[in-house]
């Protein structure tokens, strides 16, 4: 092979990976292999990790749903009133998230101004950070002291801490 | 030694193939668990959406000399859907009758709007039929109910109309 006459009773003492152009076309070969199998696993990690994210996110919403006395006045309508009165901490102590994940919670009337903020602030750098934000926004029922019902918005964002 | 540098580049090669494919069905996964949550949105969505209190509505009764216009206050969207999916049936069994129904329609379509779109951002459709009457409602314009995205998500609601079973479902999509 690439010219060079190896005598019959040389066989073997060179040996395979002693040939030098033979070793440098497998050392590339292996090179290109490893790094697709790492292109191939970091993105699958990461999904990984985004799908335990979402489902620390659905967990945190399904909690803050379920929450009759200390946030609905009526079966699954949320009270203004208790929002605000609502300590944050008491909130916090009830909603625990683990401690992998960090969270924050919003409740905001659609027709007004009025919103609720519970939970940590995300910073740009969180943000705009590669693992990202889990985010749930779904509507709900919130009722005044007037026991008048208006659409509103929860919203949960979940990080890594 | 040729023969072991094909076999090695076979080895290579084949080996390659196996972890793209590990790799594809593993991304398949990701697609049913999407980030997205409609699976899980779109039962909130329904649940709110039909407990949703509009405000004031109603419809025009035009079989009438002078077309009668009757108000309704503080109902339901779900209670808004059972009124259309009734008068419209009624209508259309009785030569007589004539009603103008787009007020009706308009409010349920403005609550879905804003449960679907301006909260949780997904296009939406509302499907719902009772004997000859139909209410399709959506936020993408000209899309039959044949039209539907593949990649929905879907949840059903029983209403109860004159003892019959209705069901009212809505389809949810990015």
């Known amino acids: ?46 999904e990984k990790d ?9 967990e945190i919403k399904n909690r803050v749903q379920d929450y009759d006395q200390i946030l609905h006045d009526e079966k699954d309508k949320f009270s203004m009133r208790k929002l605000e009165a609502l300590e944050e901490e008491k909130l916090e102590s009830q909603i625990r998230s683990g401690e992998d994940y960090r969270y924050n919670l919003t409740f905001e009337v659609l027709e007004s101004e009025k919103s609720w903020s519970f939970g940590e602030n995300l910073t740009r750098e969180e943000i705009n950070s590669e693992s990202g934000v889990s985010s749930y ?9 007037g026991r008048s019902s208006h659409l509103g918005k929860l919203k949960v964002n979940v990080w890594r801490g | 030694m040729v023969d072991a540098v094909l076999f090695g580049l076979i080895i290579l090669m084949v080996s390659i193939l196996v972890f793209q494919q590990f790799g594809g069905a593993l991304n398949r996964e990701r697609d049913l668990e999407s980030s997205e949550f409609k699976y ?5 969505i329904q649940k709110v959406a039909l407990d949703t209190i509009i405000s004031e509505t109603g419809y025009v009764n035009l079989s009438e000399s002078q077309p009668k216009r009757m108000r309704l206050i503080n109902i339901t969207v779900e209670r808004a859907i059972k009124d259309y999916l009734y008068l419209d049936n009624l209508e259309q069994n009785k030569e007589k009758l004539e009603y103008d129904l787009s ?46 995205p593949p990649k929905r998500a879907a949840s059903t609601t029983t209403l109860i109309i004159e003892g019959d079973r209705v069901d009212s479902t809505l389809f949810i999509w990015r």
């Open chain 2, 103 to 148: 007020d009706l329609e308009k409010d349920i379509e403005q609550v879905y709007e804003k449960c679907a779109w301006d909260v949780s951002q997904y296009r939406f459709a509302l499907e719902s039929s009772y004997e000859s009457s139909e209410l399709f409602i959506t936020n993408v314009e000209e899309l039959d109910k044949e039209d539907l």
């Open chain 1, 137 to 145: 926004r779904t509507p709900v029922s919130l009722v005044d002291e």
């Open chain 1, 1 to 46: 092979m690439l010219g060079r006459n190896i005598k019959k009773d040389q066989k073997g003492i060179a040996g395979f990976f002693f040939d030098t152009p033979v070793l440098l076309l497998i050392i590339v070969l292996l090179f290109a292999f490893t790094t697709s199998l790492y292109q191939m696993y970091v993105p699958i990690q990461e």
């Open chain 1, 50 to 58: 985004r799908i335990a994210q979402d489902r620390r996110c659905l």
């Open chain 2, 40 to 44: 899980e949105a779109v039962h909130d």
